[in-house]
C-alpha cells in the first residue's frame, strides 16, 4: 500500500512535467495547426543554457531564468525564421520541417557539449517526505508543483482574463477578421510560438535533472510521452493536456514500479494506439472532427 | 535513368509537370543499373564497395517509404523501427538455422506482418498523429531490446553468423552484389506496381479522399497495402544493414535514422523512386564527407553531428523552397523561365 501511494505521488509530480510539455504542444496547436516536433529539441537547447549558466555562475535559479528565456527566445526564431514560411496546404510539411530543426538543433547541441549525459542537479532534495512511515513526496515534487501549478494558473489568466490573450485567441480562431479588426495576426503567432518554447522549456528544465542528465536526445523520450498525454486530453484542450499528462504520468509510474522501468515506453505506445483508435479526438475533445 | 519515376510528385501540389519525357519499360532500367553496379564492383577500392553495397541497402528502404510518403501521403517516422525489426530477425534466425536465404525471408516476413499491425492503425490517423504515432514506434522499438534482454541481449546486440562468400570474389565485392541485387528486384517490383493501378490508387487517396471513395476505391485496404509494401523494403533493408554489419545493436537504429530516411525522400523528391536512389546515396555520402572534415579538424564531436546539421539544413531549406525535392527542380526553373517571358 505505501509503495502505491509512493508511486501515485511520484506519478503525479512526473505527470505535471508532461502536462507542461503537453500544453505547450497544445498551445501550438492552437495558434497554429502545427504539432511542433521540433519541442523536444528546443526545449534541451534551453535546458543545455541553463547548464552553461549554472555552471559559470554556480546558481541554480540564474540557470533557470535563463533557460526559459532561451525558450522565448528560441521560440521567437523558428516561428519568425522557419515556421511562418512553410506551405501549410499540407500538414506533412509543418511536421517535416520541424523534424529538419529537430536535426540542426542536435547536431549544433552535440558539437558544443559532446554526445555525453552531463549531470545537472536539482536545488531542492529529492528524498521524500514519510508521513506516517509512508513516503510522499520530495522537496523537489513540491517545486515542480508550484512551478507547473503557477504556468497554468497564468497562462489561464492571460487567455481568459487579459485584451492581449483575448486577442491571441481570436487570431487563433478567426485570423481574417481579427486582422479586420486590427490584431497584428501575426504577432499574435509569434507570441504563442514563444509562450509555448517557454513552457517546453520549464518542462525540460524540471524533468531533465530528475533523469540521466542533459543529453541532446534526453527530451525524446518526455516529447513522445507529452503527445501522448497532448492526444489523451485531445491535441485542442488546455485543460485536457493537463489531465493527461497526469493520467499519462501516473501510469508510466505504475509500470515502472510494478514491472519494470523500461516497460514505460511500450506502455506510452500502448495508451497512445488505444486512444488514437477508440477515441481519436481525445478524452476532451470539443469538436466531432478532426481537422488534420 | 530518369525513367523509372512516375512524374515527380510533391506532398503539396505536383508542380504541373515539364514535358512528359517517353518513358522506358523499369526492367530495361533495372537491367542498366545491374549492369552499372557489377562494372563499378569491379573498379571500386574495397571500402568503397562496401559502401556502394549500403547504398543499396538504403535503396531498398527510401524507395520503399517515397511509395509510401510521396505517393500515398502517410508520413511514417517508424521505418528505422521497422528496419530493427528485420535486422533482429536475421540475426536470430541466422544463427539458430544458419541459412541466409532462410533468413531473410523471415525477416522480410515478420517486418511485413509488424508493418501489418502499425498501417492499420495509421490506416485510421492522419496528418501529425500519424506521425506522432510512428514517432513514438521509433523510440519504442529499441527499449524492447533491454526489455527482452535475454532474447536481443540489450544495448550489446547480437552477433550476426555469416558464411565467408565464395572464396574467388572479396567479401566487399560479394556484398555489393547482394545488396543491389536485392535493391533492384525491390524497386523494379515496386516500379511495376506503381505504374499500374495500385500507383493510380495511391495518389488518388493521397490528393483526395473523398473523391477516391466516390471512384470506387476501397481507401483503408489502399493505405494498409501502401504501409505493408512499405514496410517490407524497410525488412529487406533491415536484414541487409544486420549483413553488412555482421551484427545488430539498437544503438544502430535510432530516432536520427528514421528522420535521415525521410530527409533523404524528401531531397529526393518525394513518390520519386529516381529520387529514392539519390537520397539513399546521400545517406551514405554526407555522413562519409562529415567524418572526413571531423578527423581532418580533429575534433570527435564534429564526426557525427556535422552531417545532422546538414541533414536537417537541407531539409528545411527543401521544403521551404523547392517541396518537390530534388527532382522538381528542372521543371521550377523552367516554369520560371516561362512566367518571366
Redesign the interface.
Known amino acids: 500500500m505505501s509503495e502505491f501511494i509512493y508511486l501515485t505521488f511520484d506519478g503525479l509530480s512526473r505527470g505535471l512535467v508532461y502536462a507542461a510539455f503537453a500544453l505547450a504542444l497544445v498551445l501550438i496547436w492552437r495558434a497554429a495547426r502545427i504539432v511542433n516536433f521540433a519541442q523536444g529539441a528546443m526545449a534541451v537547447s534551453a535546458v543545455y543554457v541553463a547548464y552553461s549558466v549554472t555552471n559559470a555562475t554556480g546558481s541554480y535559479w540564474l540557470g533557470f531564468a535563463a533557460a526559459l528565456l532561451a525558450g522565448l527566445a528560441l521560440g521567437v526564431t523558428v516561428e519568425r525564421v522557419v515556421m511562418r514560411f512553410v506551405d501549410h496546404s499540407s500538414p506533412l510539411n509543418g511536421v517535416v520541417v520541424a523534424l529538419g530543426l529537430v536535426l540542426i538543433l542536435q547536431g549544433v547541441l552535440g558539437i558544443v557539449y559532446g554526445n555525453e549525459f552531463l549531470p545537472f542537479s536539482t536545488p531542492f532534495s529529492r528524498d521524500a517526505f514519510e508521513v506516517g512511515g509512508v513516503a510522499m513526496l520530495s522537496r523537489y515534487d513540491l517545486f515542480v508543483i508550484a512551478a507547473v501549478g503557477s504556468v497554468v494558473i497564468a497562462l489561464t489568466l492571460l487567455f481568459t482574463r487579459t485584451a492581449i490573450g483575448l486577442r491571441m485567441r481570436a487570431a487563433a480562431f478567426a485570423p481574417d477578421v481579427s486582422r479586420l479588426l486590427g490584431v497584428s495576426v501575426g504577432g499574435m503567432l509569434t507570441l504563442g510560438w514563444a509562450l509555448a518554447a517557454a513552457v517546453g522549456s520549464l518542462a525540460g528544465i524540471l524533468v531533465v535533472p530528475t533523469e540521466l542528465g542533459v543529453h541532446p536526445t534526453a527530451m525524446d523520450v518526455v516529447f513522445v510521452s507529452a503527445f501522448a498525454a497532448a492526444v489523451v486530453g485531445g491535441l485542442d484542450s488546455p485543460i485536457g493536456a493537463v489531465v493527461g499528462g497526469l493520467i499519462v504520468g501516473v501510469l508510466l509510474s505504475y509500470v515502472s514500479g510494478y514491472i519494470d522501468v523500461t516497460v514505460a515506453p511500450m506502455a506510452v505506445l500502448a495508451l497512445l494506439v488505444v486512444v488514437l483508435l477508440g477515441r481519436p479526438g481525445g478524452l476532451f475533445s470539443s469538436s466531432k472532427a478532426r481537422v488534420a | 535513368m530518369t525513367t523509372i519515376e512516375s512524374r515527380p510528385e510533391t506532398?503539396?501540389?505536383a508542380p504541373p509537370g515539364a514535358k512528359r519525357r517517353r518513358r522506358v519499360h523499369p526492367v530495361i532500367v533495372i537491367a542498366l543499373g545491374a549492369v552499372l553496379v557489377v562494372a563499378l564492383t569491379y573498379v571500386l577500392p574495397p571500402f568503397r564497395n562496401y559502401q556502394l553495397a549500403t547504398v543499396g541497402a538504403y535503396f531498398c528502404v527510401t524507395a520503399g517509404l517515397t511509395v509510401l510518403?510521396g505517393l500515398n501521403?502517410q508520413?511514417s517516422?517508424g521505418h528505422g523501427a521497422l528496419m530493427a525489426t528485420g535486422a533482429y530477425t536475421l540475426a536470430l534466425a541466422q544463427n539458430r538455422w544458419e541459412s541466409l536465404p532462410l533468413s531473410f525471408a523471415l525477416a522480410v516476413l515478420v517486418t511485413t506482418g509488424v508493418g501489418a499491425v502499425i498501417g492499420l492503425?495509421a490506416a485510421?490517423?492522419?496528418?501529425?498523429?500519424l506521425?506522432?504515432?510512428t514517432?513514438?514506434?521509433a523510440?519504442?522499438v529499441p527499449?524492447?531490446t533491454?526489455?527482452f534482454d535475454e532474447t536481443f541481449n540489450s544495448d550489446q546486440g547480437l552477433s550476426v553468423f555469416l558464411e565467408p562468400p565464395p572464396e574467388q570474389y572479396p567479401m566487399e565485392q560479394w556484398q555489393a552484389w547482394l545488396c543491389w541485387a536485392a535493391a533492384l528486384v525491390v524497386v523494379l517490383l515496386l516500379a511495376l506496381l506503381v505504374r499500374g493501378r495500385f500507383g493510380r490508387d495511391l495518389r488518388a487517396v493521397r490528393d483526395d479522399e473523398t473523391a477516391a471513395k466516390l471512384a470506387g476505391i476501397n481507401i483503408a485496404r489502399t493505405q494498409v497495402l501502401a504501409f505493408v509494401v512499405s514496410a517490407a523494403c524497410a525488412g529487406v533493408a533491415g536484414a541487409l544493414f544486420a549483413y553488412l554489419a555482421q551484427s545488430v545493436s539498437p544503438g544502430a537504429f535510432?530516432?536520427?535514422l528514421s528522420?535521415f530516411l525521410?530527409?533523404a525522400i524528401?531531397i529526393g523528391g518525394l513518390g520519386s523512386l529516381f529520387g529514392a536512389l539519390w537520397g539513399a546515396l546521400l545517406l551514405v555520402v554526407l555522413p562519409a564527407l562529415s567524418q572526413s572534415v571531423g578527423e581532418q579538424t580533429g575534433?570527435q564531436?564534429?564526426e557525427?553531428?556535422?552531417?545532422?546539421?546538414?541533414?536537417?539544413?537541407?531539409?528545411?531549406v527543401v521544403?521551404?523552397a523547392a517541396?518537390g525535392g530534388l527532382a522538381s527542380i528542372p521543371s521550377r526553373i523552367s516554369r520560371l523561365i516561362r512566367r518571366n517571358r
Open positions: 506532398a503539396t501540389k510518403t501521403g508520413l517516422l492503425a485510421r490517423l492522419r496528418g501529425p498523429y506521425a506522432g504515432l514517432l513514438a514506434v523510440i519504442v527499449s524492447v533491454s526489455t535510432p530516432l536520427t528522420l525521410l530527409m524528401v575534433s564531436r564534429l557525427g553531428n556535422l552531417a545532422l546539421i546538414v541533414f536537417g539544413v537541407v531539409l528545411v521544403m521551404l517541396p
